[in-house]
């Protein structure tokens, strides 16, 4: 299974816009590339997930490099209730169960 | 709306004691998995039910066993706890298998703890 590499942990002030980096440099043609968070507390949740193009949803932006090696999960604002572990995870669809293999994540923390 | 249910969030069991941990979901969906997270790490799958199709990851204790008597309900059942069985235990669905696209839907956990 090719794996993700994240910071153990980033700081945001809130209101302004955070970029969580994620290197995933053995990722194979047909790899997706989703994005969980886990709050406090919580089952991880959903955030954002895409193959190539660059993505956009409510809660996030997702910017993939040309070369898929590395991708950009941004909060454009970020909110004290942002504050979580954020999962950079591969995802083969050719893998029966479809499991998500949890790295390690990132912790942010948002300073008011 | 509460999609994916545990009950309890938190239960209490004895070393050796026999423990069952539910999930419901109301979203109708044919996959069913259950997580363990241990203090400070990440999820780690135990076992997931496709249907009533059960299949266990290769490292999964024996010790670890489940049932899914109807697509809403699952239950994680473990024989014997171990102070190393101390952990968040989550459920989670997802619609079909992954292709790859598909999202996985967790409920809060059950925090196990093990005296």
């Known amino acids: 299974d090719a794996k993700t590499t994240q910071p153990n942990s980033m700081e945001s002030n809130e209101e302004e816009p955070v970029h969580l980096p994620c290197n995933h440099s053995?990722?194979?043609?047909?790899?997706?590339i989703h994005w969980y968070r886990q709050l406090p507390s919580q089952g991880p949740e959903y955030v954002i997930h895409?193959?190539?193009s660059n993505v956009n949803n409510r809660m996030a932006s997702l910017a993939i490099a040309e070369d898929r090696k590395s991708s950009t999960l941004i909060l454009h604002r970020a909110t004290l209730r942002d504050a979580a572990v954020y999962y950079c995870?591969?995802?083969?669809?050719?893998?029966?169960?479809?499991?998500?293999?949890f790295g390690q994540g990132t912790e942010l923390s948002v300073k008011p | 709306d509460a999609m994916v249910i545990q009950n309890p969030r938190y239960q209490v069991t004895q070393f050796g004691k026999p423990v069952t941990l539910s999930c419901s979901q109301t979203?109708?969906?044919?996959?069913m998995y259950w997580y363990q997270q241990k203090s400070s790490q990440a999820p780690k799958l135990l076992f997931h039910?496709?249907?009533?199709?059960?299949?266990n990851e290769a490292d999964t204790p024996d010790n670890f066993q489940s049932r899914r008597p109807n697509t809403s309900f699952c239950f994680l059942d473990i024989r014997s706890p171990g102070l190393g069985d101390a952990a968040m235990y989550l459920c989670?669905?997802?619609?079909?298998?992954?292709?790859?696209?598909?999202?996985?839907?967790f409920g809060p956990g059950t925090r196990l703890l093990v005296l």
């Open positions: 989670a669905t997802s619609r079909d298998l992954g292709q790859g696209r598909e999202t996985q839907y």
């Open positions: 895409g193959l190539t």
């Open positions: 053995t990722i194979s043609g047909t790899d997706y």
């Open positions: 995870i591969l995802r083969d669809p050719y893998n029966q169960g479809g499991k998500l293999i």
């Open positions: 039910y496709y249907d009533k199709d059960f299949n």
């Open positions: 979203l109708n969906h044919n996959v």
